[in-house]
């Protein structure tokens, strides 16, 4: 037997709204403000536990909406931020949301969707939140969202999703479903000093010549923090280089430019899509999620009856990963798109299939409060011939 | 080989917790272990329901269907989860709470609630107390990563009291499987 003492570590039972909380932390974060809400509140709980520990901040905010504008102005202020919630809250967050995004400041959001809409079933899990974050905030403006399935996901994506906001300047939507942010499984957590933890970039010029929102061909530009010397305007009006309103009409095609190309310019780093056993698949299944948990199942068990089922699972949902979802489906006959709600997801496949592909639709929406089973997806074989 | 579980009663009775120390246990094992659950929008009083489930290997689906074992401590638990339970499974409960039909299996009533009451002056370790019980009896996870879990996940000024919990349900399993499941099967 050999002597080998690598420092291994040990698995151990986490839940994924501590995941979510642990990632932020191991990324930096050190400024949370939000409202607790079921079934999103264990994070809002240890982080008011292990914030002040480490020198960051935690409040609790009187609403949603004051929480995001609460986050905005402490990453504008040099920290990474974070605020946590489930539906009623992220309909409240939606339009500081859309001011994040058009004054570029980075921050993530968690939101752990439960049945809807209004207050809906707050301890059921749902999966009605999909669209909102695409389209939630009013106007043309692209999205990055984030769909975890497991509690290791949960910590990994968190620190993905602040490297993409750190990056990219823009708001990050890490979604979650009830069942996943309240489970706990065995986990083995990276270790901290292997982690790619990315920064933004601050200016290089001195403070009078720095333009906060300066033209550069890849569209992002390096954020000064507030109170250091680097005078610049915020506002959620359209905007020069030096974030003062404009309406000149090349002035704001070239800031509505540069917040989707910053984003589209970008698709390969950004897009994350798991193929799950699809190389010879003649069926396969599209679900995100914890339901992509039942469909791995659901797979295996197929499989040992030579069914041959596939899965694709995207890790990042927005922006739709258009080009890969239709590369993989290209030679499947059928796709079950199983997803729990009213059927959100399927037209997204719908759309990006739409050129010469011959696949059978088969829809599996479930919106009562239950998550589907691997059983359900199965019997929906049987509607392929 | 994979084990499901489901631990059943009302909100307030430290079910999900009871779900989290097995997992736990299980883990301790060298096993995966997954914890899942579903409770109402009420913290006392609405039902609540732990699953754990435990396996050599990876676990996806995270609730546990064809359960091998249900232990439930309520009636409202019990009418709404009995069906769950696979043929000879185990079914056990706690028979000062429960009044049951036969079921095809193994049904094992103790008076769980009425004995903590009796030997601890509080029902708050029923849950911990029928815990140790159901694990000795199915042997699902062992007894050092029981109380390793527990030493873990429990408040140290509540420790002693789940202790005491653990060995006295372990004492009634010992007893239980000792002079045969016919005496006390309903």
Redesign the interface.
Known sequence: MSKSKKPKGK???MQGNIAVALGALDAGMRFYAGYPI?PSTEIAEILSEELPKCGGKFIQMEDEISSMACILGASIAGMKAMTATSGPGFSLIQENLGYGMIAEIPCVIVDVQRGGPSTGL???PAQGDIMQARWGTHGDHPVIALYPNSVLECYELTIRAFNLTEKYRTPVIILLDE??A?????VMLPQKDKLKIIRRIKPNVPPEWYKHYKYNPKYISPLANFGEGYRFHITGLAHDENGFPTQVPWEVEAMMNRLLKKITDNLDDIIQIEPFKMEDAEIAIFAAG?VA??A??AV?IARKQGIKLGLVRPLTIWPFPDVDVEMMLQNTKAVIIAEMNQGQLINEIKRVTKYGHHSKFIKLQKFNGL?I???EILAKIAEVK | MKTQIRISGSGGQGIILAGILLAEAGIIDGKKALQSQSYGPESRGGSSRADVIISDEIIYFPRAVKLDTLLCLTQEAADKFIDALKSAGTFIYDSSQISINPIDGEAIGIPFSELAIKKFKTTMVTNILSLAFTCRITNTVSLYALRKALRKRIKPKYVDINLKAVRLGVRLAEEYLSEGSLLTRE
């Open positions: 698995p151990v039972l079921t707050p301890t059921r069942v996943l309240h489970m706990r499984e065995s914890v948990r039942s791995k199942e295996i998550i089973t691997p059983d």
